[in-house]
């Protein structure tokens, strides 16, 4: 039982991360950094609980805003950068943070940081003090899982909600604007260094929020919890999902980290199939499971096609 | 009457190529202007030199008594300049209407909280700039086309939806690089209109054209470019006579007696 809820909860988790990947790709930017600013938050997370006694409630955030105010000038140096190029210099930027932890005193170098305060110890303790016993007959223990993984799904739900809203705003469409034509958008009056950076940036908060929350949800983390393989993960979860909409890396993590869990038995051959899996995806559905086209049809299925604000005269010539 | 776009010097080099060389132009508030010259004469460049795409390598560009050398092109479209491109650069997955949206972008002040949180303002805002966008839709003929993606629409229709885009970011001179091209002939008539009308909204407009029954008719003024150079300047009636222009045009005639 306890199990499972680790699992749906580490789902979303990864939903976040994702979506914090997405947020970058939605302006045409291929990063590997936000496993670097997943480190950041992770490690400010649990340094600020350790040392300094921070509720879980203000470390998470926290390290979201350490994140994201390092990826400012990161990103306004970087982000003149296209694709592959761009790609490499995040991934550097990934990597000598690992080399940093791995290396600092007070980051705990290679052993990485020990005992942080538990989210689910942490409630257990606090519903311990004000329940009798666990509703719904579960355990102590389950009804705090259970609580841990309704407060990561409200955090995947709420960043899953402002990015649609901001989607479908007028930063939401500069995005999408830079993202098919950065000359077109630039000519038509969009600032793209601005808009650019502004998504790296809230990408960087989104993983630096992961990062916190993996670092209160694990006692443990280390350097090697955020390198290179994690970078191209949470890449994955956006490819295979689908790159176009926000539900897409959404789906994708939940889809590669429930099959990665059920393949935990099969040791070696996991990697395997999720690397073949990988190249299946690439080969056979590029866009990934989920393209917009595709809410577009439901929509008319349902009955809720796109309303006309007025209609024209005609259709023209 | 001070001219809304003084252009002096104007030079662009690509290594040893002067691509457009010290071009000088001065267009009037209300006037629709041409630039006409053989393939590869430097229009486009001028354009791109212009409206800040590309930096010039000499030369100065004053819009409304302001430079705009060194601008970042939206600078320059918020100061009051749009244009169109000549290999149509539309926003191909956004519907019709979220191409003219975004060319309303310059003029809106919604941020990110702003967006998310949709306040009265916020709301206003977007529905006045939805009303516009299809005013203008339904300016150029395509309010029917709406709802559709941008990349399915025919090709005039695309030439089109750029033009009211463009003037979603409300200029003041808006430059059309060349709006007939791959027109029908009575596809480029109905162009010939729509581009009066805009100018009848106060609209200064300069534009490229290679269809020269267009330029003839439409503009009230002409400039050639010939490798890079102005070769000559006038209103259609001059250009059609002047000696530079066709032999720019059709060759020199070797074989007549002068």
Known sequence: ?317 | MSALLRVQGLTRRFGGLAAVADVSLAIEPGEIFGLIGPNGAGKTTCFNLITGLLPPSAGSVEFAGRSVVGLAPYRVTEMGMARTFQNIRLFGEMTALENVLVGTHVRLRAGVFGGIIRTPSVRREESAARERAMGLLDLVGLAGAADLPAAGLPYGRQRRLEIARALATEPQLLCLDEPAAGMNESESRELMDLIRKIRERGVTVLLIEHDMHVVMNLCDRVAVLNFGQKIAEGTPAQIQVDPAVIEAYLGRDDGAAD
């Open chain 1, 1 to 317: 039982m306890s199990y499972y809820l680790q699992v749906a909860t580490f789902i979303c988790i990864s939903g976040i991360l994702g979506l914090s990947v997405y947020l970058v790709l939605s302006t045409g930017q291929l990063t590997l950094g936000n496993a670097g600013f997943m480190l950041l938050g992770g490690y400010t997370a649990g340094l600020l609980a350790i040392r300094l006694g921070w509720p879980i409630w203000l470390t998470v955030p926290a390290g979201g805003l350490l994140a994201a105010v390092v990826a400012v000038p990161l990103g306004a140096a970087t982000l003149r950068l296209r694709g592959v190029y761009l790609a490499i210099a995040t991934l550097g930027f990934t990597q000598s943070l690992v080399v940093i932890a791995n290396n600092l005193t007070i980051t705990g170098g290679a052993l990485g940081l020990k005992d942080i305060p538990n989210l689910a110890a942490r409630l257990q303790r606090f519903l311990r003090g004000v329940l009798a016993e666990a509703p719904l007959g579960l355990t102590m223990a389950q009804f705090a899982n259970l609580l841990v993984l309704l407060i990561s799904a409200a955090l995947l739900g709420l960043a899953y909600w402002l990015i649609v809203r901001q989607g479908k705003s007028r930063v939401g469409r500069a995005f999408t604007a830079i993202r098919t034509d950065e000359v077109a958008a630039s000519a038509m009056g969009i600032n793209t260094t601005y808009y650019k950076v502004l998504a790296f940036a809230q990408g960087a908060f989104l993983a630096g929020v992961a990062g916190g929350m993996m670092a209160h949800l694990t006692y443990f983390i280390g350097p090697n919890d955020f390198g290179f393989s994690r970078a191209v993960e949470m890449l994955v979860f956006v490819v295979v999902g689908g790159t176009a909409v926000p539900a897409g890396p959404v789906l994708g993590a939940a889809l590669l980290r429930a099959l990665s869990e059920y393949l935990r038995e099969a040791k070696d051959l996991r990697l395997i199939v999720y690397g073949g899996l990988m190249m299946l995806m690439v080969l056979v559905r590029p866009q990934g499971l989920l393209t917009p086209g595709m809410f577009a049809g439901w929509r008319r299925r349902l009955g809720l096609g796109p309303r006309r604000p007025a209609p024209g005269k005609g259709a023209g010539a």
